[in-house]
DNA sequence: AGCAGGTAGTCAAGCAGCTTGACCATCTAT
DNA sequence: ATAGATGGTCAAGCTGCTTGACTACCTGCT
C-alpha cells in the first residue's frame, strides 16, 4: 500500500474520530449530563464492567495514577461514581459507577447509536457491520490514549 | 442498529484512532523530527496544499486564533513553517511549509504506511482498501476537533 | 472620498488538566 | 520479621488552551 493511501486512510480514520467523539459528548449533554468531558466516558467505560482501582483506571487512559485519581474526584463529586472499600486489599480503594453513572452510560450508547445513523443510511447497516468487525479486528487492547 | 453495537463500533474507532496516532507520532520521532506534538501534523496536513492563514488554520484545527498562532509561533521557530506577507491582504500572513516542514510531511507519510501494515498483513490490502473508501465516505470536512 | 463595521493578527492574563516528586499505608516475598 | 514493591494522596509546577483587549487593514454604503 502506498504512503499517500495510508495517510488518506489515516486522515479520515482520525477525522471519523473526531466527530464521533463530539456527537457522543454533545448527545450525553443533550440527555441532561453536563460537566463531563470524553475522557471521563472512557473512564466510565473501565468502571462499568463491576468497578475499578485508581490504579487500573490510569492505566487504561494512559496517565498518571495522580490524574486518574483527580478524575475520579471529579466524578464522584458530580454523583456518577463512588470510592468503595476493596474486598482483598485494604490499600486499594474500588471505584463502582453509581446509579446515575449507569444512566450516564446508557445515555452515551443512545448517543453513539445516533451517531452512527447517518452511517448506516449512507452505506447500509450491513457495511456499518463490516465496517465495525473490520476495526475490532485491528483494535489494540492497550491504553486509550486520549491526548494528541 | 443496537445501541451496544454503536458503542462497540465507536470503541474500536477510538481505540485504532489513538493507536493509530500514536503510532506516526512515534515513527515520525524515530525519523528525527522531534518536539512536535500530533496536532503539529493536523497543522501540516492543512498548510501543505499552498499554505494558510492563521485563522484558515484555527478554524481546520477548531481552536482559537490565539491558540493557532502560538502554535505556528512554535513550528516556525523549529524551522518547519515561515510566515510570508499574504499576496491579497496586508492584514495576513500566508504560513507556508519549508523544506524541512516538506521533509516531516513526508516522515509522516512513511510513518502512517508503517503504522498500518499491520492491518494488511492481518485483512488483506483489499479489505484496508475497502475500510478506507467506507471511511472517506462518512468523514467530516469539518474541524479536526483534537481535544477530547 | 470617507466613514462604519467586520476581519486578521498579536499581546496579556488566567485556567484546567496533566506531570514530577515526595510521602504514608499496606501488601508480599524472603 | 523485615525489605522492597504497590495503592493512593498531597503539593507544586508546567503547558496548551481560553477569554479579553487592542491595532492594522479591508469592505460596503452613503
Known amino acids: 500500500m502506498q504512503n499517500s493511501e495510508a495517510m488518506a486512510l489515516s486522515a479520515a480514520l482520525l477525522a471519523v474520530a473526531g466527530e464521533l467523539t463530539q456527537r457522543i459528548h454533545d448527545g450525553v449533554e443533550a440527555r ?16 462499568a464492567p463491576g468497578g475499578a482501582t485508581v490504579t487500573e483506571l490510569a492505566v487504561h487512559l494512559g496517565v498518571t495514577k495522580q490524574a486518574a485519581s483527580q478524575l475520579v474526584d471529579e466524578i464522584v ?39 452512527v445513523r447517518p452511517w448506516v443510511e449512507l452505506l447500509g447497516e450491513r457495511e456499518v457491520r463490516a ?18
Chains 1, 2 share one sequence.
Not at 441532561?32 to 468502571?47: D, K, M, N, Q, V
Not at 454523583?79 to 446509579?99: M, S
Not at 465496517?131 to 494528541?148: E, Q
Open 32 to 47: 441532561g449530563f453536563e460537566g463531563l468531558r470524553p475522557a471521563h466516558g472512557f473512564a466510565f467505560t473501565r468502571l
Open 77 to 115: 463529586r458530580k454523583g456518577y461514581a463512588e470510592r468503595r472499600p476493596h474486598p482483598h486489599d485494604a490499600r486499594a480503594r474500588l471505584v463502582v459507577l453509581t446509579e446515575q453513572g449507569w444512566a450516564c452510560t446508557r445515555a452515551a450508547e443512545e448517543a453513539a447509536a445516533e451517531a
Open 131 to 148: 465496517l465495525r468487525d473490520r476495526l475490532m479486528r485491528i483494535a489494540p487492547s492497550g491504553p486509550i490514549k486520549p491526548n494528541w
